[in-house]
């Protein structure tokens, strides 16, 4: 005989009311959201650890004053309030391991190169209205070169960068123009080069140019959505962190960081990877193509492979002169101010002409490789 069900008493149950269920509920989502958000900085920053030793361990007599940079992923873009309309949207970057430069390329370096191969740059070679239409009759087979000018106070400057003049006779080994030299700027960061210029060292020296994915990955230097290339302030302890512009530019500039131009390379303090001047001094010319909408499309595109070493656009674009294709230079000059273009950021991009040379614009390169 099966013996009887002993009936249950439903008031030594305990009961949970709506409320209490819910509030549970949205706790173990909250506790869920926590635990994975833990993880994710921890793995990054593992990442990073894992990245900087790999850095510091490198070393190799091949590749001279280079420093290695461990292949990874990356956000790359621009966050925050300064952040451009062509810095974003932020996408994820993979790319390969790579050796860069660890300064810019200096003037000592360049007059290497140019003893070597009797190299001229686009800056000294005569122009002529054959080469350029509507050349000014006082330009006819001259050299020259463009040239930071400070306009006078109270003169507009609306809609035009009138603070450039083309000045005969500027080049690299007189970047303030005719009188100017070299002397006590030979660690100074070339300038007046061109992305023709860029290249044709490059090709000399076994290397090339950096993609502008590489660029801002190794310029990060293993922060993570940090405004700068050394953290999160702009002047950490009052400390001045990078050659830039202080003061209203381009009237008045108070130069607070010691330098009124250009400055020695390795002035200013090194980032995560060892890195020079990933901020400030001067632009560098990387080799991908300008075209503002470079983020949106390869966000949007269906190949992941578009985000594995990105290598730019076909083609170039620029809003602001439309038949004239620009690649992009990063990292901002000595120009470069709060209350312009902020271009020491390093998500900023800038796109220069390849064929133009700038008193502000020089270049460092990349090498493919294992470590």
């Known amino acids: 005989m099966k013996p009887c069900p002993v009936p249950l008493d439903d008031s030594s ?12 509920i949205i706790g173990g989502f909250f506790f869920v959201f926590i635990a994975w958000g833990s993880f994710w900085v921890g793995k990054e920053a593992m990442n990073v650890k894992h990245q900087r030793e790999a850095t510091n361990l490198a070393s190799s007599p091949l590749t001279g004053d280079m420093v290695w940079i461990p292949a990874g992923s990356f956000t790359m873009g ?10 974003l949207p932020l996408h994820d970057v993979k790319l390969n391991g790579f050796w860069i430069d660890r300064t810019e390329v200096t003037n000592e370096q360049f007059t290497s190169f140019v003893k070597a191969t009797n190299y001229m740059t686009i800056a000294e070679r005569p122009v002529t209205s054959k080469m350029i239409p509507h050349l000014l009759p006082q330009y006819e087979g001259k050299t020259m070169s463009l040239c930071f000018r400070k306009p006078p106070p109270g003169e507009d400057l609306s809609g035009s960068n009138w603070w450039w003049q083309v000045v005969i006779g500027a080049d690299w080994r007189h970047p303030n123009g005719p009188g100017s030299d070299l002397t006590g700027k030979e660690k100074h960061p070339v300038v007046h080069v061109s992305y ?3 290249q044709a060292y490059c090709k000399w020296a076994g290397k090339r140019l950096p993609t502008e994915s590489e660029w801002e990955y190794a310029a990060r230097g293993g922060l993570v959505a940090q405004p700068y290339v050394w953290g ?11 050659n830039t512009w202080q003061g209203n530019f381009p009237f008045v500039h108070d130069v607070k960081d010691g330098f009124e131009g250009t400055a020695p390379v390795g002035s200013f303090p090194a980032n995560g990877y060892g890195l020079l001047d990933m901020s400030g001094n001067v632009w560098e010319w990387t080799s991908d193509w300008y075209r503002p909408d470079t983020y949106q499309a390869i966000r949007d595109s269906p190949a992941r492979v578009a985000r594995l070493n990105p290598h730019g656009p076909d083609d170039s674009y620029d809003p602001d002169e439309p038949g004239v294709w620009k690649k992009v230079t990063r990292g901002g000059s000595f120009m470069c101010s709060d209350n312009y273009c902020r271009g020491y950021r390093p998500s900023a991009r800038m796109k220069t002409s390849p064929d133009t ?10 090498k493919d490789g294992a470590q």
């Open 232 to 242: 999160s302030e702009m002047n950490p302890g009052g400390r001045w962190m990078a």
């Open 357 to 366: 040379g700038l008193q502000n614009t020089g270049f460092r390169c990349v």
């Open 78 to 87: 621009g966050a925050g309030k300064d952040a451009a309309p062509d810095e």
């Open 13 to 24: 149950t305990p009961r949970i009311s709506p409320g209490t269920r819910t509030a549970l």
């Open 196 to 198: 023709e210029d860029a």
